[in-house]
């Protein structure tokens, strides 16, 4: 699988002892990522299904500077920093870390400018995006390459040195830019649960629309309050479990049959049973089901839930009604995205 970085460099390979005068500007780009199905029955031993959003981007660029070290400019927090001044930063901390391992540890002078397009806490992996898109372009700045696996396990390290203990699922989908099946197996024999990450096939390509509640909801609370749930009523919420591992099973042979509008009735099933377990909200409701009545095939709630996004399977015919209708239902805003036809090269068991 190739990355897309370009390394603008006009044939010598830059060197850190080369460093700053003779590098070229490089670029990098991260998609965005969104859990089809499955978020939640997932921390219970159940499948899911995510996806790489390829519209939706992340960009780095990196451009050599006269002195400094290294300054990045966050172009859509309108923030600037210098690395030496502010090392706690999980970007800085990210930085410090490829130096050292691809640059001999020799801070170069250089400017970093990240820009994103993805919605920041909406469950669509922007911190990840980010950071993927930075370790492609600086790498490449830095004259080496990287497979997607050690790009992937370089971003997982930085989430999990700052967000505690991150699923595996956003740096994976984000680095392979490949829809995957995710499944953790509690094997009694070992202490942690081994994890399956495995590329799915698709036949057909998706169109989706995503929507945007504009509320932004930290991952812990909803996970937090299905757990005290689930606690005091295992059995039910052990069968909602279920029945969102059978529509994840379901879509998964959907995708691969191109069988689309069997795919968005799941999607819908879906959503019903996260209502069930109690993580929709108002505003995620009134965005699904305003999708579903505009015509979309499908629409679901994705990720934590609570607030954050939604996605609503289109075609060719409904995407304008339904990016319509989701607006007028309150979307602070509505992206779209298209996830082409795959095969199943990819990760593999990680
Ligand atoms: O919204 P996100 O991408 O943080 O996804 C949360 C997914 C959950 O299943 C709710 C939690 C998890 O750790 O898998």
Redesign the pocket.
Known sequence: MSTDAHHNHSGEAATASSGPRTARPTSASAPA???LC??????YGRP?IALPIAGVRATVQVEPATSGGIVFVAKDLRHRWRLRDERGRPLSALVTQIIRRYAGGTEPDARITLSSTIPIA????SGAAVATALVRALVAYLGATLEPSEVSELVYESERHFHGT??G??NTVIAYEQPLWFERRNDPAHEHPSVLMEPISIATPLQLLIGDTGVRSP?RL??GE?RRRWEQDRPRYEGLFDAVAAVVHGSREALARGAIAELGALLSQNHGYLQEIG?SSPELDRLVRAACAAGALGAKL????WG?AMLALVTDDTRAPVADALRAAGSAQVLESRVDPSGTRGPGQV
């Open positions: 990522k969104l859990i499955g978020e939640h029955a997932v921390v899911a909406s469950g669509m992996g991150p699923s699922i956003d991952t909803p996970v299905v993580v994705s990720g934590a839930g954050g």
